[in-house]
């Protein structure tokens, strides 16, 4: 199999199904968003971090996957019976790791400025990608059906990124900086 097909060299491309859309559209914004998303969690989970972080990101990257099957299945229910399925329980282990990372740190006072790290850096490029790919799949559920599910794994995932980001700070012995206003 070849990687190029030479059929997108105007402009268009297929959904799952065979659909042809132009690459602008809002369905090719969503799960491309995702792709970006996932890449960034792909060189999040490279780092020096611990070996459960890592473990977890990996299950997200394949949750994104998912999540990026379906939003290019057009609601097309015979091709989404055989893709693999976003549920509550994808949600509540995401709320479950915030929940063990928050039990370790400090309350927070402040808004937290993004950096004190190279590795939090990563985390916060993760997270506000994860909010642009919410904002458009949710600009898509506008448009068209998008599983609820879908919507709340994208909500929790950047929870989930800032506490790492805020735990990743401590781990590394960075300092948070603290937003001040004046």
Not at 66 to 86: M, R, V, Y
Request: proline letters at 3%; one cysteine or more; a negative charge.
């Amino acid at each position: 199999m070849k990687i190029y097909t030479k059929s997108g060299d105007k402009g268009e491309t297929s959904l799952l199904g065979g659909k042809r859309v132009k690459k602008y559209n809002l369905r090719i914004h969503a799960y491309g968003t995702c792709d970006e998303l996932n890449a960034w969690i792909g060189l999040l989970r490279d780092q020096n971090i611990d070996e459960d972080y890592q473990v977890f990101l990996i299950n997200i990257q394949e949750r994104i996957f998912t999540i990026g099957s379906h939003l290019a299945s057009l609601n097309d229910e015979e091709l989404k019976k055989n893709l693999p399925k976003i549920n509550e329980d994808d949600i509540l282990d995401i709320e479950n790791q915030i929940d063990e990372l928050e039990n370790l740190l400090p309350n927070m006072k402040n808004f937290i400025l993004p950096g004190g790290h190279q590795i939090v850096s990563y985390c916060h490029l993760a997270r506000t990608v994860c909010r642009r790919c919410e904002r458009y799949i949710i600009e898509l559920a506008d448009a068209d059906y998008v599983d609820p599910n879908i919507i709340k794994f994208f909500n929790r995932l950047s929870d989930y990124l800032f506490v790492l980001s805020r735990k990743v700070s401590m781990d590394t012995g960075s300092k948070e900086s603290p937003w001040i206003t004046k």
